[in-house]
């Protein structure tokens, strides 16, 4: 126990400022113990608590415990509503942020020592990925052997003798780093395909702040935001316009770091687009969007290399886009990092990276790196093969070869002797896909667990960008911190949990750095031009979230029928056949004879059944998934308790049925509300609404011609007024109850009841007039022209004139409207198949 | 000898296709040992955008998009070309295969020519433990690189039956490998999965092969089939040698070389996108034809 810690503890406790708090931590630091062959973060050799820790535990002791659990709680719940989540290789469903209540604190001098050793890797990697794609010296001068570098699939040879557009290869690069049993930094690994993990830090400093703010200040905490921007400058600035339109391309919603890369999106003010979004026209990228192809002047890839171009690279891709390469090869793009930057994430060239540094920068390099021997020299295969049992052996790609499947180092001490026995036959064989690498103790950090402190060892991957002033550092990190105590140092993987990064410098913090200053910045009110596949699956969610409502409505109305007196009535037990059609269309060995609250329950709950109020809440919250950049934390909140709450068991009553119909539609009533006031007015909200217009007018329409039929009883008539929710409307304009005209006018032809078609046709002809045209000639668009017909004919239609005919033609040409509308705005490439490959015969 | 080669590939389309954009691997190869005369390509309907380049093995590459809607797809390619192949060394004196493999691990280029693109699994030719066993059998301590492959070759033709039934182009190397049966395309995956297992660098061939007709019968038009086969590093003074798995033959003037890559998705003759959401079918017809001196 460190003797500055305990005085500066009881100095507190003196004052009588937080005194149990005081001795509350002073507990903790009683029992916390360092492991006994690894270095500590807190804790120096000594045994001494390091100065930077104990000015983080002082600060913290002026919260009192119960402050300090409610704002731990913010944390969590903040975590919790953002949705911030991942998503593990192969799992369907996203897991929540785990987040440690600790941060990793670095000092502000020992943090610049990381910078200059990180910047110069940047450099170094960037002109061996120049030498590598163009002259290529380093091979022919015998540095390196070219198969250490070939037997990467991220060698791109359609890139072989390319310059890239923008003139650099690296744009955002990460090092993986720990600190060794010497005390110093050591890089662990490289990444530069697509590294993740920004977005995480800075979403983890967000949460932090808000909780701690005082903290940041006081301790003098190093800031995020200026990093990211000059990132983005740095992007902007190779593109060749000056305010170009820049992409983070993704592999889409399936991949384990969606969330990030949504969420950087955003926070950057970047288009998220997906291979689709994206085509080559003329060698130049572009966005499809509503108002056409509109050029994409720099990408921010998140999809490997190698299935960016299924015409050169892997065909099957569906995750890129035909043709870039060659417009990457043409240097009509920015890509960030260029494609094949990712052969530098090989572990086969970190044994020859000072002889490259010497080569390339004059210069020895500034931070070491785990010792790595690579197995296709054969020298040094025989020095691996020689203290093979103390080694950790390792894929020299990227893929791990037999043996080492996976992508962390093996340890070959902890193997057991006929698995050692195989791989060291293995390496004898076919070195050249192993490195053998030292086996080093990295250090661990204080983690909160059970009410304690513990060390557990971490990795921290720090992130480099090129910004129009050189490179940059990011003030802080990803941090990793495995879950399990004896954890060997290399073994990161999954169940880790993440940290916060501070660096507590010893410099003044320039706060004003965190808004750009008013002048350079234009107003913008209309955010560019929508990409079509946004548009597209706004328009789905707004018309799942409509079809979700219509379901409930449904479903409360055949519960409410059973309820009521004299239900027993021939009619009403009609008209629940009908409604249970509805609901549950017939399917084999099904008759009418269902219990009533079991239909009831499967119409609300059964996720296999595809209308039912479940799926179709689970189909809306995924179309929302997709375009979550532009959704806020409130509608996505909401999204996710309404599937809370229909994913509930079934009730055992119709009458508890209709009670959760009633609280579903009540969020779904919040969620209209949140669409209608906070979604901003620009054409994505025209899709949405769009959609949500387009699904009430067939359903309204659908509902006039099954209810009110030409004999339709008075009962009928009723339940039509519920389910198309017209009840007070109706009762507030005809004081002599219901009849089939009125009520036909009501649902169908009235433009002032905001649920009849008329009133759907109409805001849908409103929209389509405000969005941008593809022809210059003035003529109007399929879908407009077929609103405005269709509006032109309710308008002229009388209610009592009308036949199921007509009512029925409504109904068939608002779906022929809605197939218009997304043949003329959304993806024309989604039916895309690539072409049969040819079979060799031969 | 010099032959005129035709080509056709048909692609008919359940629904009309609206845009097409594919790249082509059919002009075959100029080399030393292989001069085209004359070749082209002729599609319809008509591309609005077509672009020729030489991919990184060397490999001419035709890049087209059409944008007619269309039903049916044609592409025509036509060459006439002269092979006059050089003999292969002598399997016998080619150096140990041991030797070859150090040699290809210490190549110091990147360039096309480098052993070392060769020496790593690919997509469809990965390393394959049982494949890596067999061709072991071939490869005995010290014996020399060509003639260990040929025995190789040979043990794969008397152990491999011929049956395009057997696979598809999507068949993994490793059932081919089981069932022992398959194609052209499967025998020289192969073959190249146990050289490469090995540490041997091998090579994939894709072009035609003349075939002789029964004695006494025509030669049918068009009824002549693409090929591939193998070509193995031999250490840097033998070079490449080309082995066709599928007839164990030394590749000679029968022989014509249209690309060369890693696996047959380095060479696919035609890789492409369509939009459309209909079925397709294809049809293939080739066609070499041995010229008469006197017509050249």
Redesign the interface.
């Given at each position: 126990m460190n003797e500055d810690l305990k005085l500066n503890l009881r100095q507190q406790d003196r004052k009588g400022r937080n005194a149990a708090v005081a001795r509350q931590i002073e507990s903790w630091l009683e029992t916390y113990r360092r492991l006994d062959n690894a270095p500590d973060e807190f804790i120096g050799a000594d045994g001494v608590a390091r100065a930077h820790w104990v000015r983080y535990f002082v600060a913290m002791a002026r919260y009192s415990q119960r402050e300090l659990a409610q704002r731990f709680a913010n944390v969590d719940r903040h975590i919790r509503e953002s949705g911030m989540s991942y998503r593990v290789y192969g799992e369907t469903s996203e897991r929540a942020w785990p987040l440690s209540r600790l941060p990793l604190l670095i000092e502000g001098a020992e943090w610049r020592q990381i910078e200059a050793g990180v910047i110069q890797r940047a450099e170094l990697w960037e002109r061996t990925l120049a030498d590598?794609y163009g002259e290529?010296r380093i091979?022919?001068e015998?540095v390196v052997?070219?198969?250490a570098?070939?037997?990467s699939d991220d060698?791109l040879?359609?890139l072989?003798h390319v310059s890239p557009a923008g003139g650099r290869w690296l744009r955002f690069y990460a090092a993986d780093i720990g600190r060794g049993p010497d005390g110093r930094w050591w890089v662990l690994g490289d990444r530069a395909q697509a590294p993740s993990g920004a977005g995480y830090a800075l979403e983890n400093r967000l949460v932090f702040t808000r909780a701690f703010a005082n903290l940041y200040r006081d301790l003098n905490i190093e800031r995020l935001a200026s990093f990211f921007r000059e990132f983005r400058a740095g992007l902007a600035a190779a593109a060749d316009r000056s305010e170009p339109r820049i992409c983070l391309m993704t592999p889409g919603p399936y991949s384990q770091t969606y969330f990030e890369q949504a969420y950087l999106a955003r926070y950057l003010g970047f288009l998220l687009v997906e291979g689709d979004d994206l085509v080559v026209r003329?060698g130049r990228t572009h966005v499809r969007t509503i108002a056409g192809l509109k050029r994409a002047d720099a990408l921010w890839r998140r999809v490997d290399s190698e299935w960016l171009d299924?015409?050169?690279l892997?065909?099957s891709s569906h995750l890129g886009v035909?043709?870039l390469i060659?417009s990457i090869r043409a240097g009509q793009t920015v890509v960030a990092n260029m494609p094949g930057a990712g052969l530098i994430e090989s572990r086969a060239l970190l044994g020859y990276l000072p002889a490259i540094a010497d080569r390339l920068i004059g210069d020895e390099l500034k931070l070491p790196h785990i010792a790595t021997w690579w197995c296709?020299?054969?020298r040094a295969a025989a020095d691996v093969l020689a203290n093979f049992d103390n080694m950790a052996l390792a894929g020299a790609?990227q893929d791990g070869?037999?043996g080492v499947e996976e992508r962390r180092p093996v340890e070959l001490a902890a193997l057991p002797p006929e698995r050692r026995a195989a791989l060291r036959e293995q390496v004898r064989?076919?070195g050249?896909?192993y490195v053998g690498q030292e086996v080093v103790r990295l250090s661990t950090m204080p983690v909160w667990q059970d009410g304690a402190l513990s060390p557990r060892p971490f990795v921290l991957r720090v992130f480099v960008a090129r910004t129009p002033d050189g490179w940059r550092v990011m003030p802080g990190g990803f941090c990793r911190i495995s879950d399990r105590p004896d954890a060997r140092a290399l073994s990161m993987g999954e169940g880790v949990t993440s940290a916060d990064v501070w660096i507590m410098a010893d410099r003044p913090v320039d706060m004003t750095t965190l808004l750009p200053s008013g002048d350079n910045i234009r107003i913008v009110r209309q955010l560019g031009n929508l990409p079509s596949r946004a548009a597209d699956n706004l328009f789905w969610f707004g018309r799942y979230m409509e079809r979700c409502e219509a379901t409930l409505r449904l479903i409360r109305a055949y519960c409410a029928r059973t309820a009521e007196p004299g239900s027993a009535g021939a009619n009403a037990a009609g008209v629940r056949a009908r409604l249970q059609r509805l609901l549950i269309p017939r399917h084999a060995g099904e008759d009418g004879e269902r219990a009533i609250a079991d239909v009831a329950a499967h119409a609300l709950h059964d996720p296999k059944l595809p209308a039912s109020g479940l799926a179709l809440a689970r189909a809306a919250r995924h179309a929302a998934s997709i375009i979550r950049e532009r959704l806020s934390h409130d509608i996505w909140r909401i999204l996710g308790e309404l599937e809370t709450q229909l994913a509930a068991a079934h009730a055992p009553t119709e009458a508890e049925t209709m009670d959760r119909c009633e609280d579903a539609l009540q969020l779904l009533a919040a969620l209209s509300g949140l669409v209608q006031e906070n979604f901003n007015r620009v054409a994505g909200w025209s899709f949405l609404d769009m959609g949500r217009r387009v699904e009430r007018g067939v359903s309204t329409a659908a509902l006039a011609r099954l209810f009110a039929e030409r004999d339709a009883t008075a009962d009928n008539l009723e339940l039509l007024l519920d389910l198309i929710d017209s009840q007070i409307t109706y009762r507030s304009r005809y004081i002599a109850g219901v009849a089939l005209a009125p009520v036909r006018d009501m649902a169908l032809l009235d433009p002032y009841n905001p649920r009849s078609v008329a009133f759907q046709v109409a805001r849908i002809a409103e929209h389509l007039a405000t969005l941008p045209t593809l022809r210059q000639d003035g003529l109007m668009e399929q879908p407009l022209r077929i609103a405005t017909s269709l509006q032109a004919d309710i308008a002229v239609a009388e209610a009592a004139k009308l036949d199921a005919q007509k009512i029925a033609a409504f109904e068939t040409t608002l779906s022929t409207l809605a197939i218009a509308i997304e043949e003329r705005y959304f993806l024309?490439?989604k039916?895309?198949?690539?072409?049969?490959?040819?079979?060799?015969?031969? | 000898m010099i032959y005129d080669l035709r080509h056709v590939t048909t692609y008919n389309y359940e629904a009309p296709v609206a845009s097409t954009l594919c790249a082509l691997r059919l002009s075959p190869r100029e080399s030393r040992e292989q001069h085209v005369i004359d070749a082209g390509i002729d599609v319809t309907p008509a591309p609005v955008a077509r672009h020729t380049r030489r991919d990184f093995f060397g490999n001419q590459v035709t890049t087209l998009r059409i944008e007619e809607l269309h039903r049916e797809l044609r592409v025509t390619s036509l060459a006439r070309i002269e092979v006059h192949r050089a003999p292969q060394p002598h399997a016998d004196l080619t150096p140990a295969w041991e030797d070859v493999r150090r040699d290809a691990m210490a190549s110091r280029t990147l360039d096309a020519r480098s052993p070392a693109h060769h020496i790593f699994p690919s997509r469809l030719a990965p390393l394959y433990g049982p494949a890596t066993a067999y061709a072991a059998e071939s490869f005995t301590a010290g014996r020399p690189a060509l003639a260990a492959a040929i025995d190789l070759m040979q043990r794969i033709r008397r152990d491999f039956r011929y049956d395009p039934e057997a696979t598809l182009v999507s068949t993994p190397l490793s059932q081919a490998f089981e069932q022992r049966g398959g194609v052209c395309q499967d025998f020289a995956h192969i073959m190249i999965a146990g050289l490469r297992g090995l540490g041997v660098p091998a090579a994939y061939v894709s072009g035609y092969i003349r075939t002789i007709p029964p004695p006494g019968q025509p030669r049918l038009e068009g009824a002549d089939v693409s090929h591939a086969w193998v070509r193995v590093w031999c250490g840097p003074n033998a070079g490449w040698c080309g082995l066709d798995p599928t007839n164990a033959l030394q590749v000679n003037d029968d022989h014509i070389e249209v690309a060369v890559g890693r696996d047959y998705a380095d060479v696919s003759p035609i890789d492409g996108v369509i939009l459309s959401s209909g079925r397709q079918k294809m049809n293939v017809s080739v066609d070499v034809k041995p010229v008469e001196p006197a017509l050249v």
């Open positions: 590598i290529g091979v022919a015998g052997p070219a198969a570098i070939l037997g060698f040879r359609p072989h003329d299924p015409l050169e892997i065909a035909p043709g060659e296709g020299d054969p790609f070869p037999p064989q076919r050249m896909d024309q490439g039916n895309a198949v690539s072409a049969e490959p040819m079979k060799g015969l031969g | -």
